[in-house]
């Protein structure tokens, strides 16, 4: 089966997009070497793919162990009652947690799913109940603990 590609994108874009997800710094002359083309065409591909929001920012990848942030939780959270201020509400005070790495709107019993970066268990039930339980339209949290990562792919398949 043949991947889905948007129509604004070539073969010369999606490999452009896919050497970068592995490498974000590679300058230009690298990057035209490894899709086998010119730099100027894939410095304008680049620019024009930044522009068109399919590249929407460069990073760098951390070790959260070696940062102190290794404890790692996935947060379900149900709010008691859901309308468009408390989801916003909400929404505003997850972007303004940092230990908070990524926030999901999810179907199913719960609102919201959370992935959680914390020093250990005793900061992350401080963090629940002085931060996150202190919303008080949460109706409730579960929260489970990952003990290993198996995969973390950091881009999208192309």
Request: proline content about 4%; some cysteine.
């Amino acid at each position: 089966m043949t991947p889905y590609r948007p129509e604004q994108l070539d073969d010369i874009d999606i490999d452009i997009l896919r050497a970068l997800q592995n490498d974000a710094r590679l300058s230009t002359r690298q990057l035209a070497a490894k899709v086998h083309r010119s730099p100027t065409p894939v410095f304008e591909r680049v620019k024009r793919m930044e522009a068109e929001g399919y590249i929407r920012r460069y990073l760098a990848v951390l070790d959260a162990d070696k940062l102190g942030r290794g404890f790692v939780v996935f947060c379900q959270v149900k709010l008691r009652q859901i309308n468009r201020d408390i989801a916003s509400d909400f929404v505003r005070l997850v972007q303004s947690l940092p230990e908070v790495t990524e926030c999901y709107n999810v179907s199913g019993a719960f609102d919201y799913l959370l992935k959680i970066h914390a020093p250990s268990m005793t900061e992350y039930r401080d963090f629940v109940l002085n931060k996150l339980g202190a919303f008080d339209l949460v109706g409730s949290i579960e929260s489970t603990f990952v003990m290993s990562e198996i995969k973390h792919d950091y881009g999208i398949p192309l």
